[in-house]
C-alpha cells in the first residue's frame, strides 16, 4: 500500500468517527461500554479513541487477542487497550508513544499496573509492583526500586514513568556490590550504613573533620566534611596510614 492510499484510509477512518460521534451527539447519546456494541454493528471498520482513558480505544474489527480469556472481567469485546507506555493516538489512531500523543483531560495512567492487562487478577499471582516499580511522584533520573530498597535494583524515572529497571553492576574500582543512591549505582562503601543496613559507609555524625579507617579494608578510607561522610579509594599499590591519614605507598595499616 503507498503512502498516499494509506493517507487516504486514514482520513476516511477519521471522518467515520466524527460522524460517530456528531450522530451520537444529536441524538443525546453517548459512546462508553454500553453503546459501543450497537455502534460496531453498524460500523464494523471503526476505530475511535475511549472517551475516558487516553490509553485505551474501540476497534469494531473484533476483541484483543491479548484479552482472550479475560474478557469475564472486561466491559466489551471491541474494546482495546495500549501496551505501557504507549498511548492512543487521534491522529494516527494506532497506539504512539505518550510523548506523542494529546491526552487532554482523558486519563493517562503512568505505572504499568495502572494498565489493565498487567493486572493481578486471580488468586495465584506475582504481585504486579513486584514486577513493574512505580516511578510516580518520583524527579527524572535513577532510583532505588521501592519494594527492593535494599537490594542493588534500580530503576530510571522519566515523567514519572518506569523507562528502564536493572541490577547495578558489581563496582569494578571498588571490587564491592554496588547499590542505587543519590542517582546513580555506587560500592556499598559508599552507601551510608543509615541509608541502607547493607551499607558500609560509617556515620560521622559526633566526628571532627578528617580521614579515618574502615574497618573492613586498608585501601581505601572516608573522610567527614562537616558531618558528612565521603568514600575515598587509595590508588593502586598504596594502603591507608593509620598514623598519616593518608593513602602511601608501604601505608601501614592498623585495623
Not at 499496573?113 to 493486572?119: A, K, M, P, S, T
Request: net charge neutral; charged share 25%.
Amino acid at each position: 500500500m503507498s503512502k498516499m492510499q494509506r493517507c487516504v484510509d486514514l482520513n476516511e477512518q477519521r471522518a467515520v468517527a466524527y460522524e460517530v460521534l456528531l450522530k451520537m451527539c444529536n441524538t443525546g447519546q453517548f459512546l462508553n461500554d454500553r453503546t459501543i456494541d450497537e455502534i460496531c454493528t453498524r460500523y464494523p471498520d471503526l476505530i475511535i479513541r475511549s472517551p475516558e482513558d487516553c490509553h485505551r480505544y474501540y476497534n469494531c474489527s473484533g476483541e484483543d487477542p491479548a484479552f482472550n480469556g479475560m474478557y469475564s472481567h472486561w466491559p466489551s469485546q471491541y474494546k482495546y487497550e495500549c501496551h505501557y507506555p504507549l498511548m492512543f493516538s487521534d491522529e494516527t489512531l494506532h497506539c504512539e508513544h505518550y510523548t506523542k500523543t494529546n491526552c487532554g483531560t482523558r486519563y493517562s495512567p503512568t505505572w504499568e499496573c495502572r494498565y489493565y492487562r498487567l493486572q493481578c487478577r486471580i488468586s495465584r499471582c506475582y504481585p504486579c509492583e513486584l514486577q513493574y516499580p512505580k516511578c510516580e511522584d518520583k524527579e527524572d533520573g535513577l532510583w532505588p526500586q521501592p519494594e527492593k530498597r535494599f537490594f542493588p535494583y534500580y530503576m530510571i524515572c522519566k515523567d514519572n514513568r518506569t523507562i528502564e529497571t536493572g541490577r547495578c553492576p558489581a563496582d569494578k574500582v571498588w571490587g564491592s556490590i554496588a547499590f542505587p543512591y543519590k542517582g546513580q549505582c555506587v560500592s556499598s562503601f559508599a552507601v551510608p550504613k543509615e541509608y541502607n543496613p547493607y551499607g558500609l559507609l560509617p556515620s560521622c555524625n559526633g566526628e571532627t573533620n578528617g580521614n579515618y579507617q574502615y574497618k573492613e579494608r586498608c585501601d581505601a578510607y572516608y573522610k567527614c566534611d562537616n558531618g558528612i561522610a565521603f568514600a575515598v579509594k587509595c590508588p593502586n599499590g598504596t594502603l591507608f596510614d593509620s598514623a598519616n591519614k593518608t593513602c602511601a605507598v608501604g601505608g601501614v595499616c592498623i585495623n
